[in-house]
């Protein structure tokens, strides 16, 4: 079975910080994605990556920033936290051009 | 880019009944895909259906590529399907970046 783990389930910080999402998957997938989920606004995409070093914008990037140094390690940074930035966060991976993408469990981030 | 819609947004069916949902698209599709959000946020993979019919037990999906809509059936629906369908697809051409719908809420009450 494809397994995508997000480092916490829950995390708590500060305004201010800057905080580090990590996604790991172990199906050797060349697509990864960092998504945020919204009461009323459903997923929005944040990042994708397509392969290692290699980036696109989705469609809320302001304020984020991610990095893939390798294949099966795709990180969310928040540069400077701030509280509207308290959502949910789901990464994803997939293999290729219309394959099927699998989700990790969540991490439930709230600024303070 | 490709536009995602679903309906309805909310659905409050007895257990014992059947549920249809409904996923539009703007667009051509190379990924189709139906999730179903546990309690606790994690998404779990129902069906990868970019055309044709597919069935799981008691859920069965079918996308009509050529209308642009896809539809996930759920039969004898017991409480423990409650929670939120996602929808998600992403264009024929263009990237992978794939669109979600806003869901539909479905409740099952005992």
């Known amino acids: 079975d494809v397994k995508v783990t997000q480092s916490s389930r829950y995390l708590v910080k500060r305004t201010g910080e800057k905080v580090f999402l990590e996604c790991v998957q172990d199906?050797?997938?060349?697509?990864m994605f960092w998504y945020r989920q919204d009461p009323g606004l459903g997923l929005r995409l944040i990042y994708f990556?397509?392969?290692?070093?290699?980036?696109e914008k989705g469609d809320i990037p302001e304020g984020y920033s991610v990095s893939r140094e390798k294949k099966e390690r795709f990180s969310l940074i928040l540069e400077s936290a701030s509280t509207n930035q308290t959502s949910m966060y789901l990464c994803?991976?997939?293999?290729?051009?219309?394959?099927?993408?699998?989700f990790g469990q969540g991490t439930r981030l709230t600024v303070v | 880019g490709i536009q995602v819609e679903q309906s309805p947004p909310d659905l409050i069916l007895q257990e014992g009944a059947n549920s249809t949902l409904r996923c539009n698209f703007s667009d051509s599709v190379n990924n189709l895909q139906w999730f179903h959000q546990n309690p606790w946020g994690q998404l779990i993979n129902l069906f990868y259906i970019p055309s044709g019919t597919k069935q799981n037990g008691r859920l069965s999906a079918t996308t009509v590529a050529t209308e642009r809509y896809s539809l996930l059936y759920i039969s004898s629906s017991q409480t423990t399907d409650s929670g939120v369908y996602f929808c998600a697809a992403s264009p024929y051409f263009g990237n992978e970046k794939l669109t979600f719908g806003t869901g539909t809420r479905l409740t099952i009450i005992p």
């Open positions: 990556s397509y392969d290692v070093k290699m980036k």
């Open positions: 199906m050797d997938h060349e697509n």
């Open positions: 994803a991976s997939s293999s290729g051009q219309g394959t099927q993408a699998f």
